[in-house]
């Protein structure tokens, strides 16, 4: 055979001296390894240094509002009115607004969800499903604030106005749940299909043996199956929900309310937030410090609905996957 | 023997089974029209934007700055703004977000940390983005005095994103099979030179398609720059990543909140500006995803 | 170890050789590796399945236990590879047969949680002496994987990946030549070298993953079951090139199919999981004596096909 056109070959045992060198592990090639990995590390680190820092943030701002504002009347007072003489700092009426629109936007969105995420997983075949899925997935990438314009515009003025004319406010919690409702819709479908797709055939198979229908398949055997799916996108929808800004900003007024009426003007927690942005509040002042008082609360709430999807997905994970 | 069918014989639904399948295949009718309303709400979204904002829509629009005076006003201070933002957020997530992926895929000790690191990915891709605005301003625009900056909205931008584009990542990195990750160790490459030659060229369309479906959202994102301060009047062109600046959103949040009704045309026009970069992103990334599942 | 009796070499390997392991005959001797490293301990020092090759030792396994997180896979596994022959592993699925293979490389390094007692000695050395690295290790022990999985890269690309890796600053159109004729590849795809590796058939895939390996200059190749995933005609082809592949490199292989294992091997390890599924080696010796004249009832069973 021709020579080896490798440099350098190692082959053979001739010179154990060399090979037991060269076994060793190598300083320079090691150290460029290690370097290389411990800044990937450092990348690695950037998710957790933003969370601490939001913690920071929003605590750090939160204790000397605490300081001028009594933690009992921030959460046992009900009127929200940091502007205007008296000054009051009662959460519940934002937590009001944020639950109004929490109500009515699942009230619409649970149902069409699920029509849906059902429709999708039990009856569409192959064409219906490649036009209906991503249509429905494009609902998601429409930018919240556009969704703002439609609900002002269209929603609002040309289709609730005319309905109830003087019974509804010009700004009203239900124009924002009606299109919030809309941004939802992929979010409960496509993760409640997920789950419903995950369920094994062999158990619709077993029902339609029996002599089940193909809606009895679906909502006695494949629905209660991927419950945990559903219930996980339920929830994440409402973190959703009480996380997003831009619609009931724009559509729900920015009057702290304590009701559950659709047709009334509120405020919700983001809503007061942006709200406090879009003013002056001078840096310092319980105005400014609530901001940030009502961000943590924001923050906890969001990530207690999130830490639960996440523990309802893992269970359904468990069970299937 | 022929087998004669018994005459009291019927497979015919009758009865109680003819209702059940009665009902069930109505309800194929009942869920396909539930199913249609997003759709629907969708068209006519289209349909009444297309109709307020096409009149507006011509190249003067996307020349002249915000006016005053609603039919001189247009959109080009809002669209240098978008650009800004995108290129620089661009700049920052895809080096931290495929080092962060790379990282918990390849070589992370397997343990707590790595849990603890991967809960907090997925927490943090949930919180609002109005919390991300509240930390920018807190940290990059009063703490590291960038004011409501180009800087300052990137960064702010990039943080929000950055929790899916790992997600993604990290997706993308698990589709690379195990196999090649051995024939290439077997080799005697190391495990970076592994990562570097076989794994991230594997994982590329797959990384691509979360970074631009990242850039999507970052493009229409509203609330976390009025939240950093960026809702000024801009009347000039934002020239380096200091210089105060609006974007898109913000710009058609503007219009749509103006007490007066001629603005609204704007609003529409800029959002089917604002509509064309999104969906082209999310046309980008579906094509993308589809090579990706063909290889 | 169940079986007790000696066995004598057969005739063709020269001298008998049943000598103890604790003086291999032909490691070339220890003295350059006494660098801080003591003689590994072994249990009891004994001979690899009670039976020593002839030729000189390529690695040697001594008093090998391998344990996974929750499994204790293999043990007190001690057996001689020799130079420059193909060496057959055979046994059931779960036997460790696959496990011992990939600690010859230290690919098990790659496997969470995973522990090693013993040694796998290469030319004397201790390749899980500390400060061994194990990319060096597998540079210079090859492995061919079960199922072919040329990188998505042309050919010539999936033959140069190694060699660059490690190094290689020579002329790569010849190297890549000298590997895909050494893997008898070339003739097949001389003409388009810039073809993906993965548009080739999968006996092809297997020999360019051969090719690949050959071209960082390996002594040993390891394959694990490298036919199993390939039709009989590319299995027969693959066979041929490992016969002349033997020439040069020591050759060890995993396989489930006995006539490969009598087709192609010079010696033969049968290795059965004990009663708490650790693997052991139950009879080693050359190919054709395991085959016609085993000495132990479970080889002969299993060969036999009245296994389980």
């Keep these: 055979m021709a020579t080896s056109p490798l440099s350098g070959g190692t082959g053979g045992a001739a ?32 998710s957790l240094i933003t969370t ?24 046992l007072e009900v009127e929200w009115q940091p502007l205007f003489q008296p000054v009051s700092f009662g959460v519940w009426e934002l937590v009001a607004g944020t639950l109004n629109i929490v109500l009515w936007s699942m009230m619409i969105a649970l149902p069409i969800g699920l029509a849906s995420a059902i429709y999708l997983s039990e009856y569409a075949h192959g064409r219906t499903r490649a036009i209906l899925k991503p249509m429905l997935e494009a609902l998601a990438s429409v930018p919240t604030i556009v969704y703002a314009y439609f609900g002002l515009t269209f929603i609002s003025l040309d289709i609730l106005k005319p309905i109830f004319g003087s019974g509804i406010s010009v700004f009203n919690a239900l124009a924002a749940s009606i299109v919030m409702a809309v941004m939802l819709i992929p979010t409960i479908a496509s993760i409640s299909e997920d789950a419903m797709s995950a369920v094994p055939r062999e158990l619709r198979e077993g029902a339609y043996g029996l002599g089940a229908t193909r809606l009895e398949v679906a909502t006695r055997v494949v629905f209660p199956a991927a419950l945990s799916g559903v219930i996980a996108s339920v929830l994440l929808a409402i973190a959703r929900v009480v996380g997003e800004t831009m619609i009931v900003a724009v559509l729900a007024g920015s009057t702290p309310n304590l009701t559950l009426n659709p047709l009334e003007s509120i405020q919700t927690m983001t809503g007061y937030m942006l709200q406090v942005a879009l003013g002056d509040a001078a840096r310092g002042s319980p105005e400014y410090r609530s901001l940030f008082a009502v961000g943590l609360m924001l923050f906890l709430l969001t990530l207690v609905f999130n830490l639960a999807a996440t523990w309802f997905v893992r269970r359904f994970r468990e069970v299937y996957v | 023997m022929a087998a004669v069918p018994s005459p009291d014989l019927s497979l015919q639904a009758t009865g109680r089974v003819a209702r059940r399948q009665r009902i069930s295949r109505g309800s194929r009718y009942l869920l396909l029209a539930m199913a249609l309303i997003g759709v629907f709400a969708l068209a006519v979204l289209a349909v009444d934007t297309i109709a307020n904002g096409a009149g507006r829509l011509d190249l003067d629009f996307l020349r002249t700055y915000p006016s005053r005076f609603a039919e001189r006003a247009g959109f080009r201070s809002a669209i240098i703004g978008s650009a800004w933002l995108l290129v620089l957020t661009i700049g920052f997530v895809v080096p931290i977000a495929v080092g962060t992926a790379i990282w918990i895929e390849e070589f992370a000790p397997r343990n707590w940390l790595l849990s603890f690191v991967k809960l907090n990915l997925a927490n943090l891709a949930g919180v609002p983005s109005i919390i991300y605005g509240v930390l920018g301003l807190a940290v990059f625009v009063r703490f590291m005095e960038l004011g409501p900056s180009i800087l300052a909205g990137s960064l702010t931008l990039f943080l929000m994103i950055l929790p899916m584009t790992v997600i993604a990542g990290q997706e993308a990195i698990r589709q690379v099979p195990a196999s090649v990750r051995q024939g290439s160790l077997a080799l005697g490459a190391t495990p970076w030179q592994t990562v570097w030659h076989h794994v991230l060229p594997g994982a590329m369309p797959g990384i691509i398609t979360g970074v631009i479906l990242a850039m999507a959202r970052a493009a229409g994102e509203t609330a976390a720059l009025i939240m950093i301060g960026a809702f000024s009047f801009i009347a000039f062109d934002s020239l380096s990543i200091w210089d105060d600046f609006t974007a898109m959103p913000i710009q058609v949040y503007i219009w749509t909140t103006d007490a007066r009704p001629q603005f609204r045309p704007n609003a529409a026009a800029g959002i089917m500006v604002l509509m064309i970069v999104v969906l082209t992103f999310n046309v980008l990334a579906a094509v993308m995803r589809e090579r990706f599942r063909r290889r | 170890m169940a079986d007790t009796s000696t066995r004598t070499t057969p005739t063709e390997g020269g001298a008998p050789s049943d000598a103890p392991a604790s003086t291999p005959p032909s490691t070339p001797s220890a003295r350059p590796f006494e660098a801080g490293r003591a003689p590994v301990p072994t249990r009891g020092d004994r001979l690899p399945g009670d039976f020593t090759p002839p030729e000189e030792a390529a690695m040697t396994v001594r008093g090998l236990d391998f344990h996974y997180p929750r499994q204790h896979a293999l043990r007190d596994i001690n057996i001689k590879f020799p130079q420059k022959k193909i060496t057959a592993l055979i046994g059931p699925s779960g036997c460790g047969k696959s496990t011992l293979l990939r600690c010859l490389n230290r690919m098990n390094d790659l496997i969470d949680g995973t522990r090693v007692e013993g040694a796998v000695e290469y030319h004397g050395l201790n390749l899980y002496d500390r400060g061994v690295d194990p990319v060096e290790v597998r540079r210079r022990i090859g492995m061919v994987f079960q199922k072919p999985n040329p990188f998505p890269k042309s050919i010539y690309d999936n033959v140069l990946f190694g060699a660059k890796v490690n190094g290689f600053k020579g002329n790569a159109d010849d190297l890549v030549e000298h590997s895909l004729r050494q893997a008898a590849l070339w003739d097949e795809v001389k003409g388009d070298l810039k073809k993906s590796g993965l548009a080739l058939s999968g006996g092809q895939q297997q020999r360019l993953c051969i090719a690949r390996a050959l071209a960082v200059e390996p002594e040993i190749i390891l394959m694990d079951e490298p036919c199993s995933a390939l039709d009989p005609i590319a299995t027969l082809k693959i066979e041929e090139l490992m016969r002349e592949l033997r020439e040069r490199y020591t050759i060890i292989i995993v396989t489930h199919n006995m006539q490969q294992a009598a087709r192609v091997s010079d010696y033969t390890a049968f290795l059965l999981a004990g009663e708490d599924g650790a693997g052991e080696v139950i009879e080693y010796g050359p190919t054709e004596e395991i085959f016609t004249n085993p000495r132990d009832k479970r080889t002969e069973d299993y060969i036999t096909g009245r296994f389980g």
């Design chain 1, 15 to 46: 010179d154990p001296e060399g090979l037991a060198a060269s076994l060793r592990q190598r300083p320079f090639k090691r150290l460029r390894e290690r370097a290389i990995i411990w800044l990937l590390g450092l990348a690695g680190a950037v």
């Design chain 1, 52 to 75: 601490a820092a939001i913690v920071i943030v929003l605590v750090g701002e939160t204790i000397p509002f605490f300081s001028e504002v009594s933690p009992r009347e921030f959460l």
